[in-house]
């Protein structure tokens, strides 16, 4: 008897019930993920355009494009997300992206044969020391994040201009292994993309099993909380905008080494598209709530829209309405959620009680 129940318990423990149903509860929240339904939308997105015009992605420019255009979209939502979820914003990226697309070109045509990674690495680190200005008055400071980021975006544009003036860089100007960087593909795949895909793996992870990575959630659910339950909000807060900075810094590395070329309007406007980005992915705009995953999911659709819409036949004007309801509907749909789980939450007290 004793025997018998020793074979049932061994069989639950390797493998039976158990696990099954740990299993079937896992896939339950993979399918409830909001992450799902928007790489779901993309994917719809994907194939209606391809049924209008299989070129969309059956040609290989098509597949390509598909994955290579959102790929510096993605750093800069990655980066804006871990932001965002603390209750901040950084509106600078886009001038970040401008500076260091332009120093990227500097680098190469002031020392020339330079090592192609030692570049990738300065341009982190120069958006890295952006965003250490960012993070020092928002955090040290204590002033909004919506004005200091705004500030920035204008100094650091204004400094771009003022460095670049009438200049731009040229593919000429850049090693032809700089620029097949832009273009390589791995098993088919842009190497572009797979950098941006390690990138949102390694703060994924970051973000969900690091203690500094979970009370960015906390700081965000209620700031002044996590300062009396001793978190180092400050130093977190300044942290997030270091690597906001610095993943701006490596999309503006990527630019130039997608299209070799940069100006000084180079990443104007972009900064919207990163918050877009990251707000239709589910990041919270109160913060608190969201994942990179879903950010980057988030740029991937909105790239995505942008380029099937002109193939379906939709004007312009309607391509940034559809991007602009998006975004609306995104903030609604956090508020509500965000109300109901509230209410779910005191009625379960009130029961308990």
């Known amino acids: 008897m004793s025997a018998a129940v020793s074979q049932r318990s061994t069989a639950t423990t390797a493998g039976g019930p158990s696990h099954q149903n740990a299993f079937g509860r896992g896939v339950r929240r993979l399918i409830r993920a909001r992450e799902t339904t928007i790489f779901g939308v993309a994917v719809l997105i994907v194939v209606v355009t391809t049924i209008v015009n299989p070129n969309f992605l059956f040609s290989t420019d098509g597949w390509r494009d598909l994955l290579l255009t959102p790929a ?59 965003g250490v ?30 460095w670049t003036g009438s200049n731009q860089i040229n593919p000429s100007q850049l090693p032809q292994g700089f620029l097949d960087i832009g273009t390589a593909s791995v ?23 690091k203690p500094s990575g979970r009370e960015l959630y906390a700081i965000g659910s209620d700031p002044a909380a996590a300062e009396l339950y001793g978190l180092r909000v400050r130093r977190r807060i300044f942290w997030a ?28 406007g972009i900064e919207l598209q990163a918050v877009g980005a990251a707000v239709i992915g589910g990041v919270a705009i109160f913060g608190g709530s969201g994942t990179v995953y879903g950010a980057a999911i988030g740029a991937f659709l909105l790239i995505t829209i942008s380029r099937a819409l002109p193939i379906l036949g939709v004007q312009s004007f309607w391509q940034q309405a559809v991007v602009g309801a998006l975004i609306i509907g995104a903030i609604v749909l956090d508020r509500y959620l965000a109300v109901r789980l509230s209410r779910r939450l005191i009625a379960e007290r009130e029961d308990a009680s």
């Not at 928002?138 to 650091?156: C, S």
């Not at 990138?199 to 992870?205: D, I, Q, Y």
């Open 187 to 209: 098993l088919g795949i842009p190497t572009l993309f797979l950098v941006a895909i390690v990138v949102v793996l390694v703060a994924g992870w970051y973000m969900r099993n």
């Open 72 to 130: 510096m979209l993605m750093l800069l939502a990655v980066g804006q997300a871990m932001v965002i979820i603390t209750r901040s914003v950084d509106l600078s990226v886009g001038s970040v992206v401008g500076l260091t697309a332009y120093l990227t070109g500097q680098v190469f045509i002031g020392i020339p044969g330079i090592p192609i990674l030692l570049v990738f690495l300065i341009g982190a680190v120069a958006g890295a020391l952006l």
């Open 133 to 162: 200005v960012n993070g020092a008055l928002v955090a040290l400071a204590k002033v909004p994040a919506l004005v200091i980021t705004l500030g920035t975006l204008y100094v650091y544009r204004g400094v771009n201009v003022l």
């Open 241 to 268: 905008f270091v690597i906001s900075g610095a993943l701006a810094g490596l999309a503006g590395v990527l630019f130039t080494a997608r299209y070799g070329t940069s100006n000084s309007q180079t990443g104007s």
